[in-house]
């Protein structure tokens, strides 16, 4: 079965400094993945979805990408802020592409 | 557009007893996923209803089962409750395409804790 793994469970960053999460995968290769943040005592909110013909994809200060050889996606936030403190989730399909699998997440810290 | 609604937010049960938890999807989405949370599994997926009929399963004991409604409204109901169910149980809805691709909205979630 698909295995997520999000590398750091927790990331402590300076405000205005570049954050850089990643996300590992193994098994088969997805055509998709998906990025969530989610807030203490909240339900995660879309993010970001790339696809696997997409080696990046850019929204506002946010950036991801997709190697699909190393079976990796990153996800960076540029000129990060105390807001962007929360928990980034990454979610790919299973193999039948009928459910979400999430990783356990990163807490991001952002200290002005 | 209101988002997803779930109620109660919390509620706390000992064990053996059952609880059902309930979902409003956002206005016109047809599909409902439910998933479970805690610290030491992260979100795991439960089930997909779509049209009232369960499509999608994950890998979860009997004992936790859904329904869902004609106006989209979907429960979610545990029985037997042991102490491992305690956890946050959110609920997500999106329009129905036929992959799980396009984004998913989460309601705030029920923290369910069995004593």
């Known amino acids: 079965s698909q295995k997520i793994e999000q590398n750091s469970e927790a990331l402590n960053i300076q405000e205005g400094k570049t954050a850089t999460l990643t996300c590992n995968y193994t098994?088969?290769?997805?055509?998709?993945l998906q990025w969530y943040r989610q807030d203490p005592g909240r339900g995660p909110v879309f993010l970001l979805l790339?696809?696997?013909?997409?080696k990046e994809k850019r929204k506002e200060r946010l950036k991801v990408t997709f190697d699909t050889t190393l079976k990796q996606s990153l996800f960076h936030i540029t000129a990060s802020q105390p807001a962007d403190s929360a928990t980034y989730l990454c979610?790919?399909?299973?193999?039948?592409?009928?459910?979400?699998?999430f990783g356990k997440g990163t807490t991001l810290s952002v200290s002005s | 557009k209101a988002g997803v609604t779930q109620t109660p937010r919390y509620l706390i049960k000992t064990r053996g007893q059952q609880v059902t938890l309930s979902c409003s999807p956002i206005?016109?989405?047809?599909?409902v996923s439910w998933y479970q949370q805690t610290p030491g599994q992260g979100l795991q997926f439960l089930f997909e209803?779509?049209?009232?009929?369960?499509?999608n399963k994950g890998n979860f004991p009997g004992r936790f089962s859904g329904r869902q409604f004609s106006n989209s409204r979907s429960e979610m109901n545990v029985s037997t409750l042991e102490l491992g169910d305690s956890a946050l149980y959110l609920c997500?809805?999106?329009?129905?395409?036929?992959?799980?691709?396009?984004?998913?909205?989460f309601g705030p979630g029920t923290r369910l804790t069995v004593l």
């Open positions: 997500a809805s999106r329009l129905p395409t036929a992959g799980v691709d396009n984004e998913q909205f």
């Open positions: 098994n088969y290769s997805p055509a998709y």
């Open positions: 790339i696809r696997e013909n997409e």
């Open positions: 979610a790919l399909p299973n193999q039948a592409g009928t459910a979400l699998i």
């Open positions: 206005s016109g989405h047809r599909s």
């Open positions: 209803y779509f049209s009232e009929t369960q499509r």
